[in-house]
């Protein structure tokens, strides 16, 4: 019922930055917050950032600092503003919906991200 298009990857520099989009089609009203996860090469998925319906956010500490996660209503998009990025930064980051029922959760795709010079 929930679909998320996630773009905005790719390559850059050590103090780069980089933006990430997240458009949400579907049953928009059935999604109670959106998160950012990312994945590193033999490590699990770990939450980067979220934001609440009511628009609180939170942020792992390896990134506090360095990242916004924000949202536009009325484009229904969720963005990953990605400053001072650094080569640990590297990975695959998801775009995640958690629904307002209890152990429901959409995902979109995917995205490569690498800083390196």
């Known amino acids: 019922q929930v679909q998320l298009v996630e773009s905005g990857g790719g390559l850059v520099q050590p103090g780069g930055s980089l933006r990430l989009s997240c458009v949400v089609s579907?049953?928009?009203?059935?999604?109670?917050?959106m998160g950012w996860y990312c994945q590193a090469p033999g490590k699990q998925r770990e939450l980067v950032a979220a934001?609440?319906?009511?628009?609180?956010?939170n942020y792992a500490d390896s990134v506090k600092g360095r990242f916004t996660i924000s949202r536009d209503n009325a484009k229904n998009t969720v963005y990953l503003q990605m400053n001072s990025l650094k080569p640990e930064d590297t990975a695959v980051y998801y775009c995640q919906a958690d629904s307002i029922v209890a152990g429901w959760d959409y995902w979109g795709q995917g995205t490569q991200v690498t800083v390196s010079s």
């Open positions: 934001i609440t319906i009511g628009g609180s956010t």
């Open positions: 579907g049953n928009i009203f059935s999604i109670n917050a």
